[in-house]
Each structure stands twice: as structure tokens, then as C-alpha cells.
């Protein structure tokens, strides 16, 4: 069988006018490679409800499930001699003629090259993501873990730890939102890491989507909040747009911009200034 690929859309609303291309599959009928852009998903997590997206994400994992068992959730992988004979052209013709509503398949095209890393990462970059990106994307999300390491098992217990705020929530929220943490002590108190070495434009996409948080929660509640950002600054040298986003940030009064150097203020704050968690805590029952 001839090489093929087919792209994957996610439909933006109910005529499937608007798309944007989420992940690509390849395949020769014996080598298949599929993957999914997190860069993208992260972004399309705030456009869509929860419950499409836990959707989106089993159907993505399935289809994962199927080119190699036990990987890793959208991790890139090869599987050859694959016994599923549904990876082939014609049932991919299929996909694109009838969309199941969650995503969209291209038509299917053939082209004269192996599958092999090299020939799906150009047509990737081509139509879905900056390729590079999407491993930089994994590597620098150490500073989350950091953060987690360093700070959060310090203020679990008087805070809420990795909730997603809605309109229920706070009423001027436009879009879910995700927030690392928050509490409360007459006032709002919230915090977010920011990888300022991202892309540019998920990183301008993460700022504008907690700037816009605190911003509707101060409104909701009438009170002013105390917000937190930790952060790194990034190499003027190599990131020199990315660092005038980092300078900008910490000279800001909008936020309270911490390094990841100096977490311990947050914690110094959240205990001097008695902050409870802002949710009720569901006590675990044995």
C-alpha cells in the first residue's frame, strides 16, 4: 500500500464551517505513526466545554490505544506490522465523507515518501503545529513541576490545588478557565506558573487568559484581589520577544510576579495572612 496521510480537525461550531487542525495520522498499512499538537489541545480546552473535551481526549487516547498499546497519552510513536486493519486509505475516505461531529478527517492523500519520522514531522509542521515546538513544549513544563515540588505541598491545606473556574464561578468569566491555586481571605488570592521560554503565542495566549481571570473575579466580587505569577525569565539572548513579555509582566501591577527562586513569599502570605481554600473541601470518608 501506498504511504497516506490524513488531518485531523476539531469542527469550531455546529455547521463545520470553522476548523483548526489538531493532530495528523500516516500511514503505509504496516507503519503508522498518529499524533496530537498539545500546544493546540491546551488552547482548544478553553474554547470547548469540559465535558467535549474529556470526549475528545478518550477518542484520541483510543485511537492511541490502537497504533501501540500502553504509550503514553499523545506522545509520538511508530507502530510497525500492526495487525488493526482499519488503518488503511479507503476507511479513511470513509471518515472524511461522514464526521462523527467530534472530529473531522481530511481526504486522504497519498505521497511518494516512507513513514518514518523525518517525512511526518515536514508534513506536521506543514499543517498542524511547529514540530520542534511540540517537544520544547514538553521539556519546558519542568517548571511546573517545580512549582509543585516547591510550593504547593506547602499550602494544599489552605488552598484549592489545580481547579478550573467557570461562570458559575465568578459571573464575568467568558471561558473556563484553569488556575494553579486559590484561596481566599476577604479577598480573592489565586496564583499561576507562566513558561515564559513557550512559544509566543501560547505564551501571550496563557497571560491573557489569567490576566483576564483576575480581572473578572475582581468585578464579580467587587473587591480587588491578590494575584500571583511565577515565573523565569528567559534568555534575552535566544528569546528576546519572550523576554520583553517577561519584563513587561514583572513590571506590571496587575499581578505579583514571583521568580520560581522565590515561591516561598507565596507561602509566607498565604499562612501570615490566614487564606482558607476558596472551594469547600470534600473530606475523604473510610
Sequence with gaps: MKTFFSIIYLPLNSNLQEKISIGLVMSNGEKSIFKVSNPKLHVIKGLISSNRFSILKNYFNNIMNEVEPKVDEFRLNIKSDISNNWLNQSYFSYLNRYSNNLVIYSEPRNIDADVNLESFKAIFNKYVFEYDEEINTVKNEDILSKVKSRLFIKIEDRVNLNVTVSSN?????LTPVDVNFIGKNGVVVAGQTIDFMKRLYNLENDLTRYISFTKAVDYSSANKGKYFLVG?????????????TWKHVRE?????????????????????KGVTPYFEKVENSD
Aim: hydrophobic fraction near 25%.
Design 169 to 173: 464561578d465568578f459571573n464575568e468569566l
Design 232 to 244: 523565569q525569565e528567559p534568555s534575552k539572548i535566544e528569546n528576546p520577544t519572550n523576554h520583553r
Design 252 to 272: 506590571s501591577h496587575l499581578v505579583e510576579y514571583v521568580d520560581l527562586s522565590e515561591t516561598e513569599k507565596i507561602k509566607d502570605y498565604i499562612v501570615s
